[in-house]
T-cell receptor, first 111, second 115 residues
Framework: GQQLNQSPQSMFIQEGEDVSMNCTSS?????WLWYKQDPGEGPVLLIA?????ELTSNGRLTAQFGITRKDSFLNISASIPSDVGIYFC???????????FGEGTQLTVNP | GAGVSQSPSNKVTEKGKDVELRCDPI?????LYWYRQSLGQGLEFLIY????????KSGLPSDRFSAERTGGSVSTLTIQRTQQEDSAVYLC?????????????FGPGTRLTVT
């Protein structure tokens, strides 16, 4: 089935640093979603992107829908310890199909 | 409003026993999804319900797994004759339906441990 490749798989950063992660697909996506999963919880929707080139912010988080429609990026500015968790990208590989999820980026923030 | 709820939050069972996991979706959401997540891994799709349509069961790993959705609302995932490899977190999500939105909202999950 359709695969979404997320990178990096894991990140270890210091509090206050900026973070960037991305998600790529071999085919065109019309929607990109970014989720965060805290330890022991279900994933929570952070940002939804619906248009190529779109740049959307949610507090310190900014996500972009790549212009090729085959990738998306998530940036976190001035990281804090509560940013720790797994970040998943997701999108429908075809119009009207259910979401495919990436394998996740595990973020660790050292105080 | 209320989010997706799942019960129980934790379940420990002996190998060979049957278990039932419950999901209450967000009111008005016509689509419901079940996923499985092993420790430190990604989300493995299991089954998808959309309204009155036949469910997409393509992700169920074996015939020991089944799911129902009664009245278009509550769903139950049943695992028969549990095996140790069934140990994982089982997540449920709901959405307005693919005709309206791809955005899925997740419950907190049920952590299943098979001893």
């Amino acid at each position: 089935g359709q695969q979404l490749n997320q990178s990096p798989q894991s990140m270890f950063i210091q509090e206050g640093e900026d973070v960037s992660m991305n998600c790529t697909s071999s085919s065109i996506f019309n929607t990109w979603l970014w989720y965060k999963q805290d330890p022991g919880e279900g994933p929570v929707l952070l940002i939804a992107l619906y248009k190529a080139g779109e740049l959307t912010s949610n507090g310190r988080l900014t996500a972009q829908f790549g212009i090729t429609r085959k990738d998306s990026f998530l940036n976190i500015s001035a990281s804090i310890p509560s940013d720790v968790g797994i970040y998943f990208c997701a999108g429908p590989p075809a119009r009207g199909s259910r979401l495919t999820f990436g394998e996740g980026t595990q973020l660790t923030v050292n105080p | 409003g209320a989010g997706v709820s799942q019960s129980p939050s934790n379940k420990v069972t002996e190998k060979g026993k049957d278990v039932e996991l419950r999901c209450d979706p967000i009111s008005g959401h016509t689509a419901l999804y079940w996923y499985r997540q092993s420790l430190g891994q990604g989300l493995e799709f299991l089954i998808y319900f959309q309204g009155n349509s036949a469910p997409d069961k393509s992700g169920l790993p074996s015939d020991r797994f089944s799911a129902e959705r009664t009245g278009g609302s509550v769903s139950t995932l049943t695992i028969q004759r549990t095996q140790q490899e069934d140990s994982a977190v089982y997540l449920c999500a709901s959405s307005l339906g693919l005709a309206y939105s791809y955005e899925q909202y997740f419950g907190p999950g049920t952590r299943l441990t098979v001893t």
